[in-house]
């Protein structure tokens, strides 16, 4: 079966410019993860959606937001891109969040210059 | 807060030989898992690990877990290059109503001939 979907693969976006991300988790799994991966601060959480609702946030602030759809696939979106935003942005699916395992995308790479 | 620390951070070994990677975490979890990332790639699940003792093996690599402890290892026996990457643990954080993984910096393990 399809695995997780993560679009587009690589971005190059100027400082102070926004930035949606999309994943297209596995069929059936209805919690999507976003996670950040930098070199520094290695992979942190950003937010779980389960049936279009957040239903978990890590530490970010308020310049990084998502969302859920009814078919599951999620966006991530980024606002006022800051330097420090460059990252692998990888997305999880599961089932159901609680409990299962979690299966990751190839990632999304984006700079911010 | 949960704390997910895994030791060494960096680790070369000669082919052949024996290592293990430590994961210790802070607060309780019955749930924790071992990812695989290559340079530029996801996160390739290894092993998951759902109660007290327990053990997994899949080739050279086995994975156990110490929920008393609060402590995993990842053991290599016999390495060979193509065991070159990086190793993470996660830890299932219950600090909401829901899960979310809670990472280790990862070990860079390099095998050298």
């Known amino acids: 079966k399809a695995g997780v979907t993560q679009t587009p693969r690589y971005l190059i976006k100027t400082r102070g410019q926004q930035v949606t991300l999309s994943c297209s988790p596995i069929s059936g799994h209805r919690s999507v993860s976003w996670y950040q991966q930098t070199p520094g601060q290695g992979l942190q959480f950003l937010f779980e959606y389960f049936s279009e609702t957040q239903r978990n946030k890590g530490n970010f602030p308020g310049r990084f937001s998502g969302r859920q759809f009814s078919n599951s696939r999620s966006e991530m979106n980024v606002s006022t891109l800051e330097l420090g935003d460059s990252a692998l942005y990888l997305c999880?699916?599961?089932?159901?969040?609680?409990?299962?395992?979690?299966?990751f995308g190839q990632g999304t790479r984006l700079t911010v210059v | 807060e949960l704390k997910v620390e895994q030791n060494p951070l960096f680790l070369s070994m000669q082919e052949g030989k024996n290592y293990t990677i430590y994961c210790n975490y802070s607060?309780?979890?019955?749930?924790l898992y071992w990812y695989r990332q290559d340079p530029g790639k996801s996160l390739e699940s290894l092993f998951v690990l759902l109660s007290n003792g327990a053990v997994k093996q899949e080739g050279r690599l086995m994975a156990s877990l110490d929920t008393k402890a609060r402590l995993s290892t990842l053991h290599i026996t016999a390495a060979v290059h193509d065991l070159s990457a990086t190793y993470f643990c996660?830890?299932?954080?219950?600090?909401?109503?829901?899960?979310?993984?809670?990472f280790g910096k990862g070990t860079k393990l390099s095998v050298k001939p």
């Open positions: 996660a830890v299932v954080n219950y600090g909401g109503s829901q899960g979310n993984l809670i």
């Open positions: 999880a699916s599961s089932l159901s969040g609680d409990n299962t395992e979690a299966f």
């Open positions: 607060t309780t979890s019955d749930r």
